[in-house]
């Protein structure tokens, strides 16, 4: 195991002239939000040594240039709306928080980017693309206080992803600060490139263990001129499951197709205090499509009805996309609210997969006497399932967690599915990734990290463990 | 640099036991084919000491271990259609020919994805998947001839990248030869994926230096129902290249808008002996557009021919797409025909800055006199320059293109602008990657291949130098 160096008196000073004395925190009752992400389990806190809040790459390189000199980790940090633990400081050292560089840099309309400074908020990011005619078509449910370089860190996924791509098909270069502290532009503004190994899509979704992104080149695409949501409610799983994998079969390309189970409806009902349609016995789809041409985006929500009323829809709902999107993007903070400490796993299994790897998740929910609630992404085989504490023992717990994971990710495996569509692997799940990861495949991924961070001083401890 | 073994007969017997004497080429007739690609210069031609033809991943794996016990350069190897030198053995050793391992394995229509051997074409994957009602998005100009496998090695681009992006962006998963000669899969079927470093979008365009592609899986996406091409001629230049991004601030996407100088017309006119439309003067800007509904392609049809036609086009014909997609495609032949040695360029820019780069292009040419033909992919920046030696002398043409290349290159990353747009660096253009590439950039592509390839014997040559 690598072993890190404290940080002292004299380094602090030193870190103090590099960004403002104003900008290095060590009151613990500052460092406590930096001690944590929305995991809410205590065993995923960890207080900083200190927090820089850095204003410029150039700041962050030379902070990097003397951690490697003095062997003291560096963790960057988003927002902390993680939801892996990815950006706590487990083996001490520095957190840099990018929460200062917050600028939407440019918006380019003639080629279609846009460049951002980490620290904007997903919403801050989408808002300034709106106001162009464009969309960044990243979208993940916590982006009204994400950062976009959280979401570029985890290759954040979200609604839109099943005719967008995750957060990875938007970034097409990224300025990195790397992990020796040098400051080098990767990828641009060309729309092909076939120059080199592409080391933006290896940045994309690395956590922060290669470096840290100070801007962010995104996709904007033509704002559509139309949207319409629709929330389909079925009697059960399998009937509300099977209709996607139909809708996909017709050629609809819908922007989003989001589930929640009953348990997560009722959930999210109780946390919200308002009436969720059906809430009894429903389980829902909520499907989201656009177009340019409204004959034709009526055309489709006709079929779209159609067909979920044939599959057995109790109600087809033109919803109030306000109304039923937060539901749905509540989901994770009610159940925080039934069970402070629960465990929200992020699996995603190819499409086809999802009616049985639901119903094969519910019935481990049985087995171990634990609450399941699923919700997620439908259509891109994301299943957020929450596992809930409540009224267990901590012991209980510690013991029924593991051997229910050991058993849901042997199945989303034997699938053909992974341990996280987009949540990314952080501290949380480091040990299965290694249990389930192909051999060969972690060798590669610890040579890599091992050649562009010879120190591994960039946040240690998350995805895989490495020497 | 580093040095590596002669194949000696006592290493051809093992080979020959581990891929059956077969297919174990070693007469010079029959390793001619493997010693050039489609560069026609000869000082680009190197003859393999060996050429493999392995039927599958576990023959390969074999193969790479014992060129690693013994110290023998791997030169993988698709169609040979390549343009940049990437598959010729300059450092000696074995070519891997992939030709025998062709076959489309599987058509996952649920899922929406194909998986397929490195050997198949490119046309014949195209026609798998539209035979199960889908499109295969990635649509290089060699797609008759080039293999999927090459493709993958180069991030080809092609004539739909503009819509549907490059092949990078169907490749979704693949099954990998290490370096080491280790199998592994990378990627699959999951739509989204956060699990670990993203080692698929790494390989891709790495131009075989990284390790041996045996399978790849490829997205699909529903056929599209029907395609308008157009052709639209226009007196100039700037007329001609000017309509592109008015066509995008319309919001039209259309799946290509392929561009062709009056040069490259007249030559291709020659070429094919065949009267194309206004070859005297025109300047060609082909659009295609896609849809499901006949009446908006038919309304976007006529919007595109308002636009063009109010931007001083001669004539917009609803082209003969065979017709005109033949004189796009045989653009390099043509221009072969006239000279056999000729330098294919591939530069690419942000969009907005084609119609200056045309511009200095057609200057420089001017400047050194050297006749240019330029056709190429007008929506997404990339640039076929053809540089035609004709009858200069070698001495002449040796000390004219690298000085043009020189200013050429200068200009384009001042643009923002890269190498390479789709064919790859190869060996062909190894010297001025490392010149214009960020010399950060550089380290950390050398320090992946080393971490990756031990014994540098992967493609030895090629992209970058390496010790």
């Not at 799983?237 to 989001?258: C, D, F, N, R, W």
């Not at 903070?333 to 499409?351: K, Q, T």
């Not at 060798?443 to 890599?448: E, N, S």
């Amino acid at each position: 195991m690598a072993k890190y160096n404290p940080v002292t008196d004299a380094i602090i000073k030193e870190l103090q002239t590099i960004i403002g004395e104003k900008y290095v925190l060590t009151d613990a009752d500052k460092m406590e939000k930096y001690s944590h992400d929305e995991v809410t389990d205590p065993k995923y806190v960890k207080m900083p040594e200190v927090v820089l809040l850095p204003s410029s790459a150039q700041e962050i390189a030379q902070v990097i240039k003397l951690a490697n000199r003095e062997h003291i980790p560096i963790v960057p940090r988003g927002a902390g709306t993680g939801l892996a633990s990815g950006a706590v400081p487990f083996k001490g050292g520095i957190v840099l928080s990018l929460e200062r560089m917050d600028k939407i840099l440019e918006i380019d309309t003639e080629n279609m980017f846009m460049t951002v400074e980490p620290g904007a908020t997903t919403e801050n990011v989408q808002q300034a693309a709106r106001e162009k005619g464009f969309l960044y078509a990243g979208d993940p449910c916590s982006g009204d206080s994400s950062f976009i370089g959280g979401n570029v860190a985890t290759n954040a996924g979200g609604n839109k992803a099943i005719k967008y791509g995750t957060t990875r098909q938007q970034v097409n270069g990224v300025e990195l600060v790397t992990a020796e502290g040098d400051i080098v532009e990767l990828g641009g503004k060309t729309k092909k490139d076939a120059s080199g190994y592409n080391l933006t899509q290896l940045v994309v979704g690395s956590e922060g263990t290669l470096g840290v992104v100070t801007k962010a080149i995104l996709k904007l695409v033509p704002l559509p001129k139309g949207v319409i949501d629709l929330l389909a409610i079925f009697p059960d799983l399998p009937s509300a499951i099977g209709i996607v994998s139909k809708l996909m079969a017709a050629g609809i390309t819908p922007t989003s197709v989001e589930f929640m189970d009953n348990a997560a409806i009722k959930s999210c009902e109780k946390f919200l205090n308002e009436k969720l349609p059906h809430s009894d016995n429903g389980f829902y789809i909520i499907i989201q499509v656009e177009g340019d041409n409204e004959d034709l985006l009526d055309d489709q929500a006709v079929i779209i009805d159609e067909m979920c009323t044939e599959n057995g829809a109790l109600s087809v709902l033109v919803a109030d996309p306000a109304k039923i999107w937060k539901a749905r993007k509540v989901f994770a903070e009610a159940d925080r609210a039934l069970s402070l400490i629960f465990s929200m796993e992020d699996l995603v299994v190819p499409m086809d997969k999802i009616p049985s790897a639901i119903e094969r998740i519910n019935a481990l929910g049985q087995k171990y006497g634990v609450a399941i609630h699923c919700a997620g992404h439908a259509a891109d085989g994301n299943i957020h399932a929450n596992l809930l504490k409540e009224q267990l023992s901590d012991e209980k717990w510690n013991e029924l967690l593991p051997a229910l994971q050991q058993e849901l990710y042997t199945m989303v495996y034997e699938m053909g599915g992974k341990l996280s569509g987009e949540h990314g692997i952080g501290y949380k799940r480091v040990n299965l990734l290694e249990q389930f990861s192909s051999p060969i495949e972690l060798k590669m991924m610890r040579a890599i990290k091992k050649a562009l961070d010879p120190n591994l001083i960039m946040n240690p401890g998350k995805v895989f463990n490495v020497e």
